[in-house]
């Protein structure tokens, strides 16, 4: 399920061999009836279809070659426009499949009660529901997703994220939640079932990836209006031609009418039949680039509204930083000797199982080579922290060392008669200053030092907020911190603004206040106190080591757990739009070059004078009809892979956009079809087809 497994050659030859069965599958009118544009095209087909089985039998209104290769070429029009979408629809089904391959029927050890030692019943996870509780060891694979209760292990999530490094899983916090299909390295958990049957995330993934939940956008509908609206326009105007084309003629006494193979032609020719062709590809493939960055969105709509998103919200812990404080430096009080201090602090943290208690073992051994020592030989009580005293340590022979919050130390000293140095009372404040967390160790009564906690930045994320103000997109860090410690970390991870000493409701707030502005928010998160904000954005990105509620809440999951995703996911999004723009503007530019070819040959019979406007020289009335219809089907086949693969995405100012947009796609489908029929017109002549 990587993104390097699951990134196949745009025309993987199984891909082509489904998506040809399927443009022939979607000949039926409720298949067609839900692209009007491409509709009024299948409607021209049948219609041809009929006037070439009328001229086979000797009544027909032109030749059977000619109709036949009008009908012929309409019908091929349709099955690309099929094709394009089933090319689209088949990689996300390509992907369910290999999702498939990871849901199986395992089983599970159901228990009566919320603990190891309950008594245990193995049943199929088919027959596990919603708030069942189970059990789940080291080797066992994890029958359905769920919420852990109790324990801690390792779990290889390979067969969703595609990450190869196991992941931590423990109750409480941000990291509680497990999937089905996974599989418990060492340790064990007891679960409780957070979904029924064919309701789990793994059950989701697949309907998202297969397009099933796919609904069009807003933009996206209102470009459907607008080529429905252009495609009514144009059938009104075809229509009436047929009856001003016979009063003509009847006038002037000489000249033939127009015919409806001809105006079938001239219709589908005119109409906005390329991008109305290529307009599904462009949304489900968008869908699908998605998939391939390791996100999976619950609709097209989340991808499109990440294109305008302009305001991005980012939880601190475990997105901006690592998620847990580690120790970087000892700070040891006057007359302390930094060995001192270090050989203190790691003998209160020897059975500290915090990451901040295994920071500082390892910190005192990388700077002064002190190796971890088994606490029970060296006839050690470990003191476990506790909320009223805030301070945990280690008893030894002779000795009593503690480690906890400033004023817990301070408090203790004092107890034992000690004083507290105002060095230290610096050192303190300074960690706090620079958004550290100070840590005292004291022994007896005498304050040894401090050492500094640090929640640590991801490396390279300033760099990837740089990007995103590049793009125009401003970066807020939400946390919990207080506005001292905010400000500090998000100097050193250079996001633009901060929400500090942040509450659930606080944070769903300021998102509707961004909102308020008529601006576009994006929210990245993993905790159930995130959920609401997750909720509310225009584009809520849950990462998958979050807890159930944040990804129910969100309307896309980020399967790596990456905080600099968005970055993909934004771009991605502004990809869509300018692919279906780019597109929408070579289409209505081609369309107006058609004008040249068709209508004066369309109406050289009953306006002969019309024969001055061949200006591309095209050697007779049919074959320039012809050669525009031709030429009308074989550009959605060339325009395909740029649906499929999208214009690329620059960070340019709208105005430079707009102006490439114009040159490139306005000029391109402006000229290519002057040299494409042309060239078609002149392979139909030189093999006398027309």
């Given at each position: 399920m990587c993104a390097k497994t699951r990134s196949r050659p745009l025309f993987d030859p199984p891909l082509v061999r489904r998506a040809v069965l399927d443009a022939f599958l979607k000949l039926t009118p409720a298949c067609q009836v839900r692209n009007p544009v491409m509709f009024t095209v299948y409607a021209g087909s049948i219609l041809t279809t009929i006037l070439l089985i009328q001229s086979l039998t000797g009544h027909g209104e032109a030749s059977p070659g000619f109709t036949g290769a009008i009908a012929c070429w309409l019908w091929f029009t349709v099955l690309f426009a099929n094709f394009a979408e089933a090319m689209a629809e088949g990689r996300g089904k390509a992907q369910a499949d290999s999702l498939r391959k990871a849901k199986k029927d395992l089983p599970a050890k159901k228990l009566d009660e919320a603990s190891r030692d309950a008594r245990v019943t193995v049943v199929s996870s088919a027959e596990l529901r919603k708030d069942d509780l189970f059990l789940v060891e080291a080797g066992d694979a994890i029958p359905c997703d769920g919420e852990i209760l109790e324990g801690i292990a390792s779990v290889d999530e390979s067969a969703i994220t595609g990450e190869s490094a196991p992941v931590i899983r423990e109750a409480g916090g941000d990291r509680s939640a497990v999937t089905g299909g996974t599989k418990v390295l060492s340790d064990w958990l007891v679960v409780r079932g957070t979904a029924e049957p064919g309701q789990t995330f793994l059950d989701r993934m697949i309907a998202m990836v297969e397009g099933a939940k796919r609904r069009k956008t807003p933009n996206e509908i209102a470009l459907n209006i607008l080529l429905a609206a252009l495609t009514m326009i144009f059938l009104v105007v075809c229509v009436t031609l047929y009856p001003y084309s016979a009063f003509a003629v009847g006038q002037a006494g000489h000249g033939s009418v127009i015919t409806v193979t001809v105006l079938a032609a001239l219709f589908v020719c005119l109409a906005p039949t390329t991008i109305g062709g290529l307009l599904s590809a462009i949304g489900i493939a968008g869908m699908?680039?998605?998939?391939?960055?390791?996100?999976?969105?619950?609709?097209?709509?989340?991808?499109?509204?990440?294109?305008?998103?302009?305001?991005?919200?980012?939880?601190?812990?475990?997105?901006?930083?690592?998620?847990?404080?580690?120790?970087?430096?000892?700070?040891?009080?006057?007359?302390?000797e930094p060995t001192e201090l270090a050989d203190?602090?790691?003998?209160?943290?020897?059975?500290?199982?915090?990451?901040?208690?295994?920071?500082?073992?390892?910190?005192?051994?990388?700077?002064?080579?002190?190796?971890?020592?088994?606490?029970?030989?060296?006839?050690?009580?470990?003191?476990?922290?506790?909320?009223?005293?805030?301070?945990?340590?280690?008893?030894?022979?002779?000795?009593?060392?503690?480690?906890?919050?400033?004023?817990?130390?301070?408090?203790?000293?004092?107890?034992?008669g000690g004083g507290f140095p105002e060095a230290v009372r610096e050192a303190v404040r300074r960690v706090a200053k620079d958004g550290g967390t100070p840590l005292l160790v004291a022994e007896e009564g005498k304050v040894l030092g401090t050492v500094w906690l640090k929640d640590i930045v991801k490396g390279g994320i300033k760099e990837r907020f740089a990007e995103l103000r590049r793009m125009g997109i401003k970066t807020v860090m939400v946390t919990g911190d207080n506005p001292l410690t905010?400000?500090?970390?998000?100097?050193?991870?250079?996001?633009?603004?901060?929400?500090?000493?942040?509450?659930?409701?606080?944070?769903?707030?300021?998102?509707?206040?961004?909102?308020?502005?008529?601006?576009?928010?994006?929210?990245?998160?993993?905790?159930?106190?995130?959920?609401?904000?997750?909720?509310?954005?225009?584009?809520?990105?849950?990462?998958?080591?979050?807890?159930?509620?944040?990804?129910?809440?969100?309307?896309?999951?980020?399967?790596?757990?990456?905080?600099?995703?968005?970055?993909?996911?934004?771009?991605?999004?502004?990809?869509?739009?300018?692919?279906?723009?780019?597109?929408?503007?070579?289409?209505?530019?081609?369309?107006?070059?058609?004008?040249?070819?068709?209508?004066?040959?369309?109406?050289?019979?009953?306006?002969?004078?019309?024969?001055?406007?061949?200006?591309?020289?095209?050697?007779?009335?049919?074959?320039?009809?012809?050669?525009?219809?031709?030429?009308?089907?074989?550009?959605?086949?060339?325009?395909?892979?740029?649906?499929?693969?999208?214009?690329?995405?620059?960070?340019?100012?709208?105005?430079?956009?707009?102006?490439?947009?114009?040159?490139?796609?306005?000029?391109?489908?402006?000229?290519?079809?002057?040299i494409g029929i042309k060239l078609i017109d002149m392979l139909l002549s030189a093999l006398h087809l027309a």
């Amino acid at each position: 399920m990587c993104a390097k497994t699951r990134s196949r050659p745009l025309f993987d030859p199984p891909l082509v061999r489904r998506a040809v069965l399927d443009a022939f599958l979607k000949l039926t009118p409720a298949c067609q009836v839900r692209n009007p544009v491409m509709f009024t095209v299948y409607a021209g087909s049948i219609l041809t279809t009929i006037l070439l089985i009328q001229s086979l039998t000797g009544h027909g209104e032109a030749s059977p070659g000619f109709t036949g290769a009008i009908a012929c070429w309409l019908w091929f029009t349709v099955l690309f426009a099929n094709f394009a979408e089933a090319m689209a629809e088949g990689r996300g089904k390509a992907q369910a499949d290999s999702l498939r391959k990871a849901k199986k029927d395992l089983p599970a050890k159901k228990l009566d009660e919320a603990s190891r030692d309950a008594r245990v019943t193995v049943v199929s996870s088919a027959e596990l529901r919603k708030d069942d509780l189970f059990l789940v060891e080291a080797g066992d694979a994890i029958p359905c997703d769920g919420e852990i209760l109790e324990g801690i292990a390792s779990v290889d999530e390979s067969a969703i994220t595609g990450e190869s490094a196991p992941v931590i899983r423990e109750a409480g916090g941000d990291r509680s939640a497990v999937t089905g299909g996974t599989k418990v390295l060492s340790d064990w958990l007891v679960v409780r079932g957070t979904a029924e049957p064919g309701q789990t995330f793994l059950d989701r993934m697949i309907a998202m990836v297969e397009g099933a939940k796919r609904r069009k956008t807003p933009n996206e509908i209102a470009l459907n209006i607008l080529l429905a609206a252009l495609t009514m326009i144009f059938l009104v105007v075809c229509v009436t031609l047929y009856p001003y084309s016979a009063f003509a003629v009847g006038q002037a006494g000489h000249g033939s009418v127009i015919t409806v193979t001809v105006l079938a032609a001239l219709f589908v020719c005119l109409a906005p039949t390329t991008i109305g062709g290529l307009l599904s590809a462009i949304g489900i493939a968008g869908m699908d680039r998605l998939i391939a960055a390791n996100v999976i969105a619950m609709s097209g709509r989340a991808v499109e509204a990440a294109g305008d998103v302009d305001v991005l919200l980012l939880d601190k812990t475990g997105t901006i930083t690592l998620g847990n404080r580690q120790a970087t430096e000892f700070l040891p009080a006057p007359g302390v000797e930094p060995t001192e201090l270090a050989d203190a602090a790691q003998l209160s943290s020897l059975a500290d199982e915090t990451p901040e208690g295994r920071s500082i073992v390892v910190l005192a051994k990388e700077r002064f080579g002190l190796r971890g020592r088994d606490i029970h030989e060296l006839g050690a009580h470990f003191v476990p922290f506790t909320a009223a005293t805030r301070m945990s340590g280690v008893d030894l022979p002779g000795r009593s060392i503690r480690k906890g919050s400033p004023d817990a130390i301070e408090a203790y000293v004092a107890e034992a008669g000690g004083g507290f140095p105002e060095a230290v009372r610096e050192a303190v404040r300074r960690v706090a200053k620079d958004g550290g967390t100070p840590l005292l160790v004291a022994e007896e009564g005498k304050v040894l030092g401090t050492v500094w906690l640090k929640d640590i930045v991801k490396g390279g994320i300033k760099e990837r907020f740089a990007e995103l103000r590049r793009m125009g997109i401003k970066t807020v860090m939400v946390t919990g911190d207080n506005p001292l410690t905010a400000a500090a970390i998000a100097a050193e991870a250079g996001v633009d603004d901060f929400l500090a000493e942040a509450r659930p409701e606080t944070k769903l707030q300021r998102i509707r206040d961004i909102q308020a502005e008529g601006r576009l928010v994006a929210m990245t998160g993993d905790g159930t106190n995130d959920a609401p904000a997750l909720a509310q954005a225009d584009v809520g990105v849950a990462m998958n080591t979050g807890t159930q509620a944040a990804k129910e809440a969100g309307n896309m999951v980020d399967l790596d757990s990456s905080p600099t995703k968005l970055l993909e996911i934004v771009a991605i999004g502004k990809q869509l739009l300018m692919t279906r723009g780019a597109l929408t503007t070579f289409s209505i530019a081609n369309d107006i070059a058609k004008y040249f070819a068709i209508i004066p040959a369309a109406f050289v019979g009953t306006y002969p004078a019309l024969a001055a406007l061949n200006i591309m020289g095209l050697k007779t009335p049919q074959s320039a009809i012809l050669s525009a219809v031709i030429f009308n089907a074989l550009i959605i086949v060339c325009l395909i892979p740029l649906a499929l693969k999208g214009v690329r995405y620059r960070a340019v100012g709208a105005a430079r956009a707009l102006r490439d947009n114009l040159l490139i796609y306005g000029l391109g489908g402006l000229v290519t079809p002057f040299i494409g029929i042309k060239l078609i017109d002149m392979l139909l002549s030189a093999l006398h087809l027309a």
